[in-house]
Antibody, heavy 122, light 107 residues
Framework: EVQLVESGGGLLQPGGSLRLSCEAS????????MTWVRQAPGKGLEWVST????????YYADSVKGRFTISRDNSKSSLFLESNSLRADDTAIYYC???????????????WGQGTLVTVSS | DIQMTQSPSTLSASVGDRVTITCRAS??????LAWNQQKPGKAPKVLIY???TLESGVPSRFSGSGSGTEFTLTISSLQPDDFATYYC?????????FGQGTRLDIK
């Protein structure tokens, strides 16, 4: 059974640090690109960042570029998202999601985790 | 960046109705478009991918069509479980982008 379980959310200070984790099971983790998508309270879905299966490339939304870092540990089937310069508008539920890539083609998000809530407030 | 615009933003309908949601892309995404359903407090779930392919396990009352810049999601006969928010999403180009969502309410 495929599972994605996020953790690391909570109440954090503006300018503070964040380390989210997403533990994967039930599939060959290294075969999938992994992505973080967030959803501010009462708002829509916003793509945040993606990392390739091997971890050699990563992509970021302009809203987080230079502040957030995505990484993965394929030996532990784990995905991470880190920041050390949080802002109030980073408050959101953060979901991890997987998508399969074959050659140059990458497909849709076919499985999402349940999310972890990050609240940035003093 | 490719902007995805959904219409309507809110839709009120009754059980048994046929409903259509439209998604327009600011430039071509070919057929690399997915439709996701989200219920309150839950993660999104894919319904349709590659514009018109039904995800495994999704009821056949859901269908998708379109290519390039114009796409539609149709629910042929609304069921009580279908009242939710629907998001289109392009996965042709980074940054990956979502529509703003369409909330489907019970009339």
């Amino acid at each position: 059974e495929v599972q994605l379980v996020e953790s690391g959310g909570g109440l954090l200070q503006p300018g503070g640090s964040l380390r989210l984790s997403c533990e994967a099971s039930g599939f060959t983790f290294s075969s999938y690109e992994m992505t973080w998508v967030r959803q501010a309270p009462g708002k829509g879905l916003e793509w945040v960042s993606t990392i390739t299966g091997s971890g050699d490339k990563s992509y970021y939304a302009d809203s987080v570029k230079g502040r957030f870092t995505i990484s993965r540990d394929n030996s532990k089937s784990s995905l991470f998202l880190e920041s050390n310069s949080l802002r109030a508008d980073d408050t959101a539920i953060y979901y991890c999601a997987r998508r399969y890539c074959s050659g140059i083609n990458c497909y849709h998000f076919d499985f999402w985790g349940q999310g972890t809530l990050v609240t940035v407030s003093s | 960046d490719i902007q995805m615009t959904q219409s309507p933003s809110t839709l009120s309908a009754s059980v048994g109705d046929r409903v259509t949601i439209t998604c327009r892309a600011s430039q071509s995404v070919k057929s690399w478009l997915a439709w996701n359903q989200q219920k309150p407090g839950k993660a999104p779930k894919v319904l349709i991918y590659k514009a018109s392919t039904l995800e495994s396990g999704v009821p056949s009352r859901f269908s998708g069509s379109g290519s390039g810049t114009e796409f539609t999601l149709t629910i042929s006969s609304l069921q009580p479980d279908d009242f939710a928010t629907y998001y289109c999403q392009q996965y042709n180009t980074y940054p990956l982008t979502f529509g703003q969502g369409t909330r489907l309410d019970i009339k």
